[in-house]
């Protein structure tokens, strides 16, 4: 009993390491900050260690190590806000986890190029972190995880029509940012 006890446990702890990557990838995407990722990304395996029994569909596995990371995340900025206001760095225009993804932008390419990259990925993340907590998890999950409509509906634990309208808000608070900035650097108009 103890040993088919023990393989239970190994394939349901296996489903979600294999999400590992993208889990940390979306928490990292949430909090801008490496250390934070990591904290978030534990405590919602912790969690979801209870249901390891239950884990048998790997896209239920990541459905739920979402579910959890995202209340996880949403219970912990609605406490900051409570606490303190959030200051951002003045000093710092770019996060963390931003300068990562732009290291692996430059090259030996040409450096203005390089410097088109590095402020339309700072205008994207400036669009990201203005919108709304509720908001700004549909793109996370739409746009840079690649999840479904009904996965994200299955995550979220609400309707279909929900998840469509939000995202489409959404995209369009982006696309507006976007806009703003396009025409504040002289480079035309966004296509989303």
Same mark, same amino acid.
């Given at each position: 009993?103890?040993?088919?006890? !023990?393989?239970?446990?190994?394939? =349901?702890?296996?489903?979600?390491?294999?999400? $590992?990557?993208?889990?940390?990838?979306?928490?990292?995407? $949430? &909090?801008?900050? =490496?250390?934070?990722?990591?904290?978030?990304? %534990?405590?919602?395996? $912790?969690?979801?260690?209870?249901?390891?029994?239950? $884990?048998?569909?790997?896209?239920?596995?990541?459905?739920?190590?979402?579910?959890?990371?995202?209340?996880?995340? @949403?219970?912990?900025?609605?406490?900051? %806000?409570?606490? +303190?206001?959030?200051?951002?760095?003045?000093d710092d225009p770019v996060p963390k986890a931003l300068a990562g993804r732009l290291g692996e932008l430059r090259g030996a390419g040409d450096p203005e190029a390089e410097m088109i990259k590095e402020n339309c990925l700072v205008? +994207?993340? !400036?669009? *990201? !972190?203005? @919108?709304?907590?509720? *908001?700004?998890?549909? +793109?996370?999950?739409?746009?840079?995880?690649?999840? &479904?409509?009904?996965?994200?509906?299955?995550?979220l634990r609400c309707p279909l029509g929900t998840v469509m309208s939000r995202l489409y808000r959404a995209r369009?608070?982006?696309?507006?940012?976007?806009?703003?900035?396009?025409?504040?650097? =002289? %480079?035309?108009? +966004? %296509?989303?």
């Amino acid at each position: 009993m103890f040993s088919r006890r !023990q393989g239970r446990e190994g394939d =349901g702890v296996e489903l979600a390491l294999r999400h $590992l990557d993208s889990l940390y990838a979306a928490a990292l995407n $949430l &909090t801008h900050d =490496g250390s934070s990722a990591d904290d978030l990304v %534990q405590e919602a395996f $912790l969690r979801g260690y209870r249901y390891y029994r239950r $884990l048998t569909d790997s896209d239920e596995c990541k459905a739920l190590l979402y579910k959890i990371m995202l209340n996880l995340w @949403l219970k912990d900025r609605r406490r900051a %806000q409570r606490e +303190v206001s959030y200051e951002e760095s003045a000093d710092d225009p770019v996060p963390k986890a931003l300068a990562g993804r732009l290291g692996e932008l430059r090259g030996a390419g040409d450096p203005e190029a390089e410097m088109i990259k590095e402020n339309c990925l700072v205008a +994207v993340d !400036q669009a *990201l !972190q203005k @919108l709304p907590p509720h *908001l700004k998890v549909m +793109v996370i999950l739409a746009d840079i995880e690649g999840f &479904t409509y009904q996965e994200m509906a299955n995550v979220l634990r609400c309707p279909l029509g929900t998840v469509m309208s939000r995202l489409y808000r959404a995209r369009r608070c982006v696309e507006r940012e976007m806009q703003a900035f396009a025409e504040g650097t =002289g %480079q035309g108009k +966004v %296509q989303m």
